[in-house]
């Protein structure tokens, strides 16, 4: 994809709030010109995966019951599904008494210890991990579309394999989401860590797309898909918070309490406000 070139909408990008940082004034599109390095080793050791693990456990398997339940809604027989970079299973793990569910996932350490659990589970990208001429009925992204860098071949390879009505979820942050909309006030002081943290700079699979639901449903319409339903999931909860900001950073034991208890403190109030998680449900046009 050309970096100058705004994937939704073809308008020029233009640098934003860092060098690698663009944005099209045109539809509100930010890409992250950060490259993936998902199983070197030195980018591993910034991040304590099994703590990392514990922090976002309750909070994804609770939104993943939700989604399921939004699919099902749509496509109430099931079908075969697989879900993408689909790290711990976690998904796949609650899909599967309701579909014929499989994942995929890239990082290989990640990968055998979800094949360890007995999931199913196949080691590589989207869409080479899938057997030649492999359908599906639902195709499921979570937190895993705002890190593929080609995202309209994806998009492209999506619609190739959906069977006719097939359905393609994305669950991914949001641009109007009121933890970036902090983090971007930040940056107009100088302050760029907790911007540089929720487009995970640095780490093993950087973001390098932030979208919200309007610009987001224009790339699907380009892409042929027609988006049938859109919503937000909570972005925290208060089971396994302490474990996920110690995990964002170097930040010492005292301070993630003291920043844990003020977040719990103001986590009914968060949830008036917009959510920094999104999901899209479109049909194969």
Not at 69 to 83: A, E, Q, T, W
Request: net charge neutral.
């Amino acid at each position: 994809m050309n970096n100058n070139v705004c994937p939704v909408c073809s308008g020029k990008l233009s640098v934003g709030f860092q060098l690698w940082h663009l944005i099209c004034a045109s539809c509100g599109y930010e890409k992250g010109d950060l490259q993936p390095v998902i199983n070197e080793l030195s980018p591993h050791k910034l991040v304590d995966e099994s703590v990392r693990e514990v922090g976002l456990r309750d909070i994804r398997v609770s939104n993943f019951r939700k989604l399921i339940n939004v699919i099902l809604s749509i496509k109430p027989f099931g079908g075969k599904l697989v879900d993408v970079g689909c790290a711990h299973g976690w998904f796949v793990e609650e899909a599967i008494s309701k579909f014929e569910a499989i994942g995929v996932e890239p990082d290989e350490a990640v990968f055998h210890a979800t094949l360890a659990r007995g999931l199913p589970v196949r080691q590589g990208y989207f869409p080479d991990a899938l057997k030649d001429g492999e359908m599906f009925d639902v195709i499921v992204f979570n937190d895993v579309v705002e890190h593929i860098p080609d995202i309209s071949k994806a998009l492209a390879e999506c619609h190739s394999r959906l069977n006719e009505g097939g359905l393609l979820v994305l669950n991914l942050p949001s641009s109007d989401g009121v933890f970036y909309k902090i983090s971007r006030l930040f940056c107009r002081f100088g302050k760029f860590s907790f911007f540089e943290r929720l487009w995970q700079k640095d780490l093993p699979s950087p973001h390098v797309h932030y979208f919200n639901k309007k610009n987001l449903s224009e790339l699907l319409t380009k892409s042929s898909f027609a988006t049938i339903k859109t919503g937000t999931l909570p972005t925290l909860g208060l089971s396994g918070l302490y474990s996920r900001i110690y995990c964002a950073g170097n930040i010492g034991s005292v301070s993630t309490a003291l920043i844990c208890c003020a977040v719990a403190c103001v986590i009914p109030i968060l949830r008036l406000l917009p959510s920094d998680i999104i999901y899209v449900v479109a049909k194969k046009a």
